[in-house]
């Protein structure tokens, strides 16, 4: 079972900062969040990772809680191509496998 | 983007008929993975594999083999289709295990069992 909880879907509008919410209440001190997008019939595509400080790279900042039992994903700039489902993932302790949950569905609107 | 090819992309077969898919990777990575997606399931992991001749099983693995003679090489193997196998199938590539390394994910083929 996935080990996050995210909202099913979220609506932006396009040039505004899109805020994604996950809650991982159950994670590992040694367990990482990693966040990767899936726009519609493609594969899942990595944005971003981390274990308990904040990380940005070009595409996105990830902000995690203190406690580590949740964490955002933050888009500072949406486009109508960041339209997708997101999937925030704690990778577990097999860490060969990734278990994807049902994701968040991010409508950018125009 | 990293070098995943599946192949078929399309594929229409009957219940009952053996059915191949296979995935080939560029990277010489180690680990690679299958995964089939549902609507109203998301992504669900059917076998994987970590070196050549390794393949472990995933959360959905009956109904389904795979091998692996190559590195670059993953098949995975439906040795009697059935309707409930129709889906979207994705191959994923890591360079190794572990919490810091992400997965890359190939263009899909989308199977259809009549």
């Known amino acids: 079972d996935a080990k996050t909880t995210q909202p099913p879907s979220m609506d932006c509008a396009e040039g505004r900062a899109a805020n994604l919410p996950c809650n991982h209440s159950?994670?590992?001190?040694?367990?990482?969040v990693y966040w990767y997008r899936q726009i519609h019939s493609q594969g899942p595509q990595y944005i971003i990772h981390?274990?308990?400080n904040n990380e940005t790279n070009e595409m996105a900042s990830l902000i995690i809680t203190e406690d580590r039992k949740s964490s955002t994903l933050i888009l500072p700039h949406a486009t109508l191509r960041d339209t997708a489902v997101y999937y925030c993932?704690?990778?577990?302790?097999?860490?060969?496998?990734?278990?994807f949950g049902k994701g968040t569905r991010l409508h950018i609107l125009p | 983007d990293a070098g995943i090819t599946q192949s078929p992309r399309h594929k229409v077969t009957e219940t009952g008929t053996p059915v191949t898919l296979r995935c080939h990777q560029t990277e010489n990575h180690r680990y690679m993975y299958w995964y089939r997606q549902d609507p109203g399931h998301g992504l669900r992991l059917i076998h994987y594999s970590y070196g050549v001749k390794d393949t472990d099983k995933g959360e959905v693995s009956d109904g389904y083999s795979v091998s692996r003679s190559k590195t670059e090489d993953f098949l995975l193997t439906l040795e009697s289709a059935t309707s409930s196998q129709t889906s979207v199938y994705f191959c994923?590539?890591?360079?190794?295990?572990?919490?810091?390394?992400?997965?890359?994910f190939g263009p899909g083929t989308r199977l259809t069992v009549l």
């Open positions: 993932i704690v990778r577990g302790n097999r860490d060969d496998k990734i278990i």
């Open positions: 981390g274990l308990k």
């Open positions: 994923a590539i890591s360079e190794t295990s572990g919490r810091r390394y992400e997965q890359f």
């Open positions: 159950t994670i590992s001190g040694n367990e990482y």
